[in-house]
């Protein structure tokens, strides 16, 4: 033969160091050779050095980054810090305890400290169940008590169910045999292997195909598959052979219990096809096989229930923390085969090859039990009460809305004086809080005025009222007259705005040629950084809560995403010309990391605000303008929009199924916002007001 095999060609792939967050250790077939790296844009990067310290790979990383890179990643550089360090350094246990973030924020953050990863199959997040009821026709929670409804958090799945069960894997334990020098173990099973993992996701790529190569290239018997929750359910208290728990996907991805590709997973020996996953009937219309998207957002609200929050850290004592391994495991009916623990075997030990493949086949097959991260038992989250007894409602410190009604005394008269005295160009055009107790307000005419917000209550004219506003002593002069003396406000269509920097940065849009202009607000005599990059007027402007980034939208269609620098300098980051018309809202979503654009020409496009990357376009059903959108990330994660021709506010999944349509009753809707109550869930505010300012009154009206 004269074949030859090709030249070989190194493959190359680089990521940027500037978007590093963090990185992690991790395990590779129990060998500590791997590190994961995290990147700002929500993507990670698993890689394993077989041959070398990953630890001195690291420190070669970090040799090449600027100093301020260093600087900024040193905290974040967690394969040197111990997990306990690094959990108090992060304040997540706090954050968590406070309700600052919710119980599946905290599980996943918890997973990614243990090694668990979505790069992993063999070590792929796990998850609590925590229903224990899927047959009931009503909702378990409005006719049982919790404790019924309930999973028991304080024992493993092989230490629920019946006696003769426990009992089974109790004498399993107990039994000794004198000349085997394996360990004792309860389960000869464990809570989450590859196969579980892509049994659960099997309607999904890459997961279906990876269920076919375990199973000699197709799909395992219709009744071994994943059909039903209830079933599942079932296996794993009852079964002595499954004890699975969960994934993440369970509390936020409706999508992997829908078989969308139409795959032929066979028929049961019942007669019935396989096909979607049959949920319980509690989880609404159980004349469509129930719905997977109201499901995951009711499961999703369950895990950050109130008896749940009181329970979950009974649950991480077994998974990640002193019940884990050790007498306490023995007793809490937790422990599992020797080779699924970390440093239980060392693999460079056997020198016989095909030794060292089956134990590592094992290894990757069987499932591996995460990293120990806690020694001592795991505090109790603050309950409801204690939060409630704080006064606090809201946990979402972005949240910008005052839950106010507040009764206007001598409407008409109020009404009447302004009347009396119209001011055009005084007209009030944007107004934020910039502080927790400050105000700033832009008028038509450019100047910008603060005010000092009060939550005290305080008498006038005889009637309570719940807060006050006072004007502060001194007013920025009229900004354009900064450049051009005497010009007014004719030079801008209409004035869009944002206040940066607890109102020290205002960034104004608007003008007829496309200038976006930044004013620094506490020095008046110095003109404006001024961007000539739009062709055509700016229509809409926002920023992120961290002022990182600004989108700004025009007339013609054009979108940009600027990078906030330092001194407030504006850096074009990315440029998108998918619309065909005047833009009229746009938002940024750090929590999804993702820019969100509605337009005149009915289509709502969404981008990866890392990358510039487009990741999905929604198409209005009635093919009329998007006037204002939003993103919600739980219960389900959800794209909300508003078109003022026809009324109506339109909730979409992230993947572009249409969930759910309401009439609104106001013809506009000023503004969106997406703040968390106490659960850490999101809810959406419609704000739907009129501000009526006067000077003299000291107050702002709010209605």
């Known amino acids: 033969m004269n074949y030859k095999l090709p030249p070989y060609t190194p493959f190359y792939k680089e990521w940027p160091l500037t978007l590093l967050k963090q990185v992690l250790p991790h395990r590779f077939i129990l060998r500590k050779t791997s590190l994961n790296f995290i990147f700002k844009d929500g993507t990670s990067l698993l890689l394993n050095f077989p041959d070398t310290d990953p630890s001195n790979v690291l420190q070669r990383i970090l040799s090449f980054t600027k100093s301020e890179i260093f600087l900024s990643l040193n905290t974040r550089i967690l394969s040197i810090i111990k997990n306990p360090q690094i959990i108090e350094k992060t304040k997540l246990f706090k954050k968590w305890q406070n309700h600052e973030i919710s119980n599946f924020a905290y599980l996943m953050n918890l997973n990614l400290l243990a090694g668990r990863s979505y790069c992993d199959i063999t070590q792929y997040p796990v998850f609590p169940w925590i229903m224990s009821i899927y047959s009931m026709n009503e909702l378990p929670v409005q006719v049982l008590s919790p404790e019924k409804v309930y999973r028991d958090l304080c024992k493993s799945m092989g230490g629920l169910g019946d006696l003769e069960r426990i009992r089974t894997f109790r004498e399993r334990f107990e039994h000794t045999d004198p000349f085997d020098p394996v360990p004792n173990y309860h389960f000869g099973s464990h809570y989450s292997s590859p196969a579980i993992i892509m049994q659960y996701l099997i309607r999904l790529a890459p997961y279906n195909n990876g269920h076919k190569e375990l199973q ?8 071994r598959l994943f059909f039903s929750l209830q079933e599942s359910y079932k296996g794993a208290t009852e079964e002595i052979s499954d004890v699975r728990e969960l994934t993440p996907e369970f509390y936020y991805c409706p999508e992997f219990l829908i078989n969308f590709e139409k795959l032929d997973f066979g028929i049961q020996q019942t007669g019935n096809r396989v096909n979607n996953v049959r949920l319980p009937i509690w989880s609404d219309r159980p ?5 997977p998207y109201n499901f995951i957002k009711m499961h999703r609200e369950f895990l950050e229930e109130e008896y749940v929050s009181e329970n979950l850290n009974n ?9 884990q391994k050790g007498k306490e495991a023995e007793k809490s009916l937790n422990t599992f085969f020797y080779l699924t623990y970390e440093d239980a075997f060392d693999l460079e030990k056997i020198e016989k090859e095909s030794f060292r493949i089956s134990y590592e086949s094992q290894i990757i097959h069987f499932g591996q039990t995460p990293r120990q991260i806690f020694t001592k038992p795991h505090p109790m989250r603050l309950s409801y009460n204690e939060l409630s007894r704080e006064g606090r409602l809201i946990t979402d410190p972005e949240y910008q809305g005052k839950n106010y009604k507040y009764y206007l005394e001598d ?20 107004v934020k809080f910039v502080t927790e107790n400050r105000v700033a307000i832009l008028r038509e005419n450019f100047k910008v005025s603060f005010f000092g917000w009060s939550d005290s209550p305080f008498w006038i004219n005889n009637k309570l009222t719940p807060f006050k506003l006072t004007p502060e002593e001194e007013e920025t002069t009229v900004f354009d007259q900064r450049e051009f003396p005497g010009s007014g406000p004719f030079l801008v269509n209409k004035i869009k705005a944002v206040f940066l920097n607890k109102g020290k940065i205002l960034i104004v849009g608007g003008y007829f040629d496309g200038c976006l202009k930044v004013f620094h607000v506490d020095y008046e005599e110095e003109l404006p950084q001024k ?22 939208g025009s007339k013609s269609g ?14 074009k980051k990315f440029a998108f010309y998918d619309h065909e018309g005047e833009v009229l809202s746009v938002h940024i979503s750090s929590e999804m990391k993702v820019i969100m654009t509605g337009g005149i020409d009915q289509k709502i496009f969404v ?42 506010l339109y909730s ?21 916002t997406i703040c968390k109550n106490i659960y850490c869930l999101d809810f959406l505010v419609k704000l739907v007001f009129m501000l009526i300012f006067d000077i003299l009154y000291e107050d702002l009206y709010h209605e």
């Open 216 to 223: 000699g290239g197709k799909f395992d018997l219709a009744d």
């Open 607 to 648: 981008y990866n605000y890392m990358t510039g990357q487009i990741l999905k376009s929604i198409m209005h059903p009635d093919q009329e303008p998007i006037h204002n959108l939003i993103i919600a990330s739980s219960p389900l994660p959800v794209i909300v929009f508003f078109s003022e021709v026809d009324q109506m």
């Open 531 to 552: 961007y000539y990059y739009h062709n055509e007027t700016i229509t809409v402007m926002e920023s992120d809560e961290k002022e990182r980034f600004l989108m700004t």
């Open 411 to 430: 409407k008409k008269k109020h009404q009447q004086k302004n009347n009396d005295n119209p001011k055009e160009d005084d007209e009030i055009v944007f």
């Open 315 to 323: 649950w991480i004592d077994l998974i990640f923390g002193f019940k």
């Open 652 to 672: 979409y999944s992230v993947n572009g199924q249409l969930l759910e349509k309401a009439k609104e009753e106001a013809t506009s809707l000023k503004n969106f």
């Open 558 to 571: 054009e979108c940009i995403c600027w990078h906030i620098g330092s001194n407030y300098y504006l850096t």
């Open 287 to 291: 004349t469509d096989n129930t719905n």
